[in-house]
């Protein structure tokens, strides 16, 4: 019951974002301090699998945004490379800025996703062939769009040396 809940809450936010209900609530947003809480959230789980965390590029940068709803983007994106990644594996976790875009990347060591696979792991429920014994509902990724696109930014996933999936943000002007 508790997991249908869930699933339920998950396809109502998603259909909040997508209205647009949200914007109204935007203020400015640190992503640096977001992806520390986010690392900080998932340390434990990443121990008990002997993975680890890395942060580089740790750029200052504000976006304008919700927190809250950005904060669930970083930890669904985070929470799926620690769920695909090998055990005893390194979880990468990048902050840049460049041409007015805030970019957060998260390199896993993973078997990524085919990508003939791209387009269809943004719909709702669809699940990758190899992660249908794994948690999880397949709203995780749909949310994850829907938080960047109300935020106007986009989303860019690349296989190279495990996969890698890149959040971009138009950065804040003050």
């Known amino acids: 019951m508790d997991e249908l809940l869930s699933t339920f809450q998950s396809l109502l936010n998603i259909s909040r974002i997508e209205t647009g209900q949200i914007r109204k609530d935007f203020s400015a947003v640190n992503i640096k301090a977001l992806c520390h809480d986010a690392i900080e959230l998932y340390g434990p789980l990443a121990e008990e699998k002997q993975q680890i965390i890395s942060f580089k590029n740790q750029t200052e940068i504000q976006v304008a945004g919700d927190r809250d709803l950005l904060f ?23 902050l840049t800025h460049e041409d007015q875009q805030c970019h957060i990347s998260v390199h896993d060591q993973g078997d990524g996703i ?10 709702r429920f669809y699940r990758v062939e190899k ?9 995780g990724l749909s949310l994850v769009e829907a938080v960047i696109n109300l935020h106007g930014g986009t989303i860019d996933l690349k296989n190279s040396d495990g ?12």
């Not at 996969?163 to 138009?170: A, E, G, Q």
Request: charged share 20%.
């Open 114 to 123: 085919p990508e003939s696979e791209f387009h269809k792991v943004f719909e």
């Open 131 to 139: 992660s249908r014994g794994l948690s999880g509902n397949g709203l």
């Open 163 to 174: 996969f890698t999936i890149i959040l971009s943000l138009p950065t804040h002007r003050h």
């Open 72 to 94: 669930q983007c970083i930890t669904n994106v985070l929470d799926n490379a620690l769920k695909y990644a090998p055990d005893e594996s390194c979880i990468t976790l990048s």
